[in-house]
């Protein structure tokens, strides 16, 4: 065997090692230990630059088509999400607690001001001033022409149904002036309701329609809302929401927000090592071994049936066995 024919065997030999040592939770479980004492009490933050990572993300964000490929996978895991949540007996009362609900609702109470401004905005939209003016165009004209108290004098029941017809063909041709009327005068009206809705809606009152309604559907199971989804739901909504999100996430305010987001989460790590990190997260050596390393090692199992593995493991090798280096260290051991 000369040095080339030793080299290719050496290599095979290192690739199908590695396939075997990737496999063995074993490995992993050491990996992880390593890693976390080789980093020491070093801060994570010092591991991390704030504006090389944000400018990486910004980057990718805006060309951002992520979701938009997902799409089929996206619909496939949000299929089965919903076909297992349908089967689950849980409520709401034990999806959100009342103590959880509790502390929502006085936080919630806190936003007055947001709350008014929320009321003013709905009752000066265009569609409400519209619709409240078709309501009391209806009311009135129903008014005159079916629940007029003068009808009920007598003699004038008579009259009335004599007239009805010419009524109506009166309150036809007054149709627009009326409604012009009403949308002319309606802003009064909705400000009288909206310092009305301001006086009604109280901390106490909201605490009390909030806390009613946790009653109400604290017993009540998701699973029975999903189950009368439409078929296909998830299908025909996806690739919409997926277009959204992506558009979103290419937005200049979206942007700026995770870039303010990353440099606030490395700040917050500048002084904080990783065995710190991990003991303030709950996790011990033990539990992630037993968690991550047989999940890495089943990873390295699928790849490696699939054909994938030894051919990751051959490009990280590189060309060390075919370098001059390697051939002439084995050149020299066999006495060419």
Known sequence: M???????????AHVDHARQRLQDKGYWQSQLDNG????????????????????????????????QGLEPVMIQV???????????????????????????LAQALRLRELRERAIHACLNHPLVSDMVSEMLYTGI??????????????????????????????????EETIRDYLRHNI??????????LNRQLTDERIAELARDGYRRIA??????????????????????VAVIVDQGARLEYSRALVNAGIHAAVTALLDKDLPALLKAMGTTPKQRGKALAPALAAGA??????????????DAVGDFYTSDACLDILKNALGE
């Open 2 to 12: 000369n040095a080339a024919d030793l080299a290719g065997a050496l290599r095979q």
């Open 36 to 67: 976390v004492k080789r980093l020491g009490k070093t801060p994570v933050g010092a591991l991390v630059d704030a504006d090389a990572l944000a400018t990486v993300v910004d980057d990718w964000l805006a060309r951002v088509h992520t979701l």
């Open 78 to 104: 949000a299929d089965a999400v919903l076909d297992k949540a349908a089967e689950q007996p849980t409520t709401v009362g034990e999806l959100l607690e009342e103590d959880h609900f509790e502390a929502i």
């Open 141 to 174: 004209k129903n008014f005159l022409l079916e629940e007029n108290a003068l009808a009920k004098l007598p003699g004038v029941s008579s009259m009335m149904k004599l007239g009805r017809k010419s009524v109506g063909r009166a309150m036809g041709g007054l």
């Open 187 to 196: 802003r009064a009206t909705l400000k009288t309701g909206e310092q009305w």
């Open 219 to 240: 017993p009540m199971r998701p699973a029975d809302l999903i189950q009368r989804l439409p078929d296909g739901v998830v299908a025909d909504s996806v690739p919409h």
């Open 301 to 314: 199992k699928v790849l490696d049936e699939r054909d994938l593995l030894a051919g990751a493991i051959d």
